[in-house]
């Protein structure tokens, strides 16, 4: 049985990796801090279950890391610890600095010190799988050509600055020391147990409540779409199948502006909820304030992973888009559960209310972004 160290396994795309591990008899080893975006619920299908072994902590306490790779002899490291929240990383850039690119250090240096006293066979077959977003390369104008593997790094938000540095590093163990290492660039993911700050689940949670649905600047900055499980699946055939020192593009194909994402979840609910005395949910839309330095369009291409490995998404769009949707309206409990005080002040800083419950569609709302609802667009 292989036994695969995972960091950040309790977080949104980590705790779907770990999910689907269930029934291909791997032993996880899964490594987390447990930040507000770590969610032991998340986990809660491999409660009991002797081939997942949580260990709460940090990918930059190099002590404890150490003891966990000597402890459980990994064949391979997966990294999808970090701080992900580009309006966080311009709240705070701090802990993305910590997280992202200094525990990725640490957490390297470990990897590497533990893989070179593997025997040989071993250290050949042994793998350190990087998990990075398509955001380190920029914001591409209307008609630029996507995203490749050779496009220049050229990264815009302090987030997307950390997890470029990360590549970096990542990219220099192996070139440098020779670790076994491959980086992954994928797009924005969506699907169940996606922490409510980013504009998927905020979106639906948002809609069945009847709160405004805040759209930034004029909606029409433009994202490359995937389903979560898709993403995983073509992480494993990474590990399996991947190239060392090499990195794959994963997307897909599915590029949307952000108020196209939003009325086709508002109308997906109209249908799906149709007890709601919200529909039609498109009239909560919102224009508010514009993200600093907001990227305005992503798009990958992903056709090495697919020429070179096989990979292929399998949801569509709507299709991915019904399982989330299904997903947050029959996990009510998941959803109080991450609405914690924590999330709350996340949220009245961020849209600029007072109080979370105040995000109401109540006219004299008066917030600070929301008031900017004035300048919108169809409202
Ligand atoms: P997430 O924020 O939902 O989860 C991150 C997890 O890492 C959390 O469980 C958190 O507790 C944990 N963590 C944070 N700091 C830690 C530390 N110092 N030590 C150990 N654990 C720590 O993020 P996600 O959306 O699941 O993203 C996972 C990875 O995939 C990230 O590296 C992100 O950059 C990358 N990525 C995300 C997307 C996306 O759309 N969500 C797209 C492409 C790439
Ligand atoms: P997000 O989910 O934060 O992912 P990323 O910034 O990594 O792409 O945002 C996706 C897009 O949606 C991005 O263009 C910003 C926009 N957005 C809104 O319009 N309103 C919101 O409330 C949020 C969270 C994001």
């Known amino acids: 049985m292989k036994t695969i160290l995972v960091t950040g396994g309790a977080g949104f795309i980590g705790s779907n990796f770990v999910l689907g591990e269930k029934s291909r008899e791997t032993r996880v080893v899964n490594l987390d801090l447990l930040t507000y975006a770590g969610n032991l619920l998340n986990l809660q299908e491999r409660d009991g279950d002797p081939d997942h072994v949580f260990a709460k902590g940090d990918i930059g306490d190099r002590p404890f890391v150490r003891k966990l790779l000597d402890d459980n002899r990994p064949d391979a490291v997966i990294n999808f610890a970090a701080e992900?929240?580009?309006?966080?990383?311009?709240?705070?850039?701090?802990?993305?600095?910590?997280?992202?690119?200094?525990?990725?250090?640490?957490?390297?240096?470990?990897?590497?010190?533990?893989?070179?006293?593997?025997?040989?066979?071993?250290?050949?077959?042994?793998?350190?799988?990087?998990?990075?977003?398509?955001?380190?390369?920029?914001?591409?104008?209307?008609?630029?050509?996507?995203?490749?593997?050779?496009?220049?790094?050229?990264?815009?938000?302090?987030?997307?600055?950390?997890?470029?540095?990360?590549?970096?590093?990542?990219r220099a163990y192996h070139h440098t020391f020779g670790l076994p290492?491959?980086?992954?660039?994928?797009?924005?993911?969506?699907?169940?147990?996606?922490?409510?700050?980013?504009?998927?689940?905020?979106?639906?949670?948002?809609?069945?409540?009847?709160?405004?649905?805040?759209?930034?600047?004029?909606?029409?900055?433009?994202?490359?779409?995937?389903?979560?499980?898709?993403?995983?699946?073509?992480?494993?055939?990474?590990l399996e199948k991947g190239k060392p020192g090499e990195t794959y593009n994963i997307g897909g194909c599915c590029e949307k502006t952000n108020i196209e994402i939003v009325n086709t979840l508002c109308s997906l609910l109209d249908e799906m909820a149709p007890e709601s005395p919200y529909s039609p949910h498109s009239s909560l839309?919102?224009?508010?304030?514009?993200?600093?330095?907001?990227?305005?369009?992503?798009?990958?291409?992903?056709?090495?992973?697919?020429?070179?490995?096989?990979?292929?998404?399998?949801?569509?769009?709507?299709?991915?888009?019904?399982?989330?949707?299904?997903?947050?309206?029959?996990?009510?409990?998941?959803?109080?559960?991450?609405?914690?005080?924590?999330?709350?002040?996340?949220?009245a800083r961020q849209y600029g209310v007072a109080d979370a419950n105040a995000l109401q569609t109540a006219p004299d709302c008066s917030a600070n972004k929301l008031q900017s609802a004035s300048r919108s667009q169809g409202l």
């Open 285 to 347: 839309v919102t224009f508010v304030n514009d993200r600093l330095g907001h990227d305005r369009r992503y798009a990958v291409d992903c056709s090495r992973i697919g020429r070179e490995l096989g990979w292929r998404a399998k949801e569509t769009f709507e299709s991915g888009l019904r399982k989330t949707i299904r997903w947050y309206l029959d996990n009510t409990q998941w959803v109080q559960s991450v609405r914690s005080g924590a999330y709350r002040d996340w949220i």
């Open 84 to 170: 992900s929240h580009v309006d966080r990383s311009i709240d705070s850039p701090e802990s993305f600095i910590q997280t992202n690119i200094v525990g990725t250090y640490h957490l390297l240096e470990e990897t590497l010190a533990f893989w070179k006293n593997l025997p040989a066979d071993r250290k050949d077959r042994f793998r350190f799988l990087h998990v990075s977003t398509d955001e380190v390369y920029g914001s591409l104008g209307p008609a630029g050509p996507a995203f490749t593997e050779n496009t220049p790094y050229a990264p815009n938000s302090p987030y997307a600055a950390s997890k470029a540095a990360s590549d970096h590093l990542v």
């Open 181 to 238: 290492a491959i980086i992954t660039n994928c797009s924005n993911n969506y699907g169940p147990r996606q922490f409510p700050e980013k504009l998927t689940p905020l979106m639906i949670l948002n809609a069945i409540e009847g709160k405004p649905l805040p759209v930034y600047g004029d909606g029409l900055n433009i994202r490359d779409w995937l389903y979560v499980e898709d993403h995983c699946e073509a992480l494993r055939m990474v």
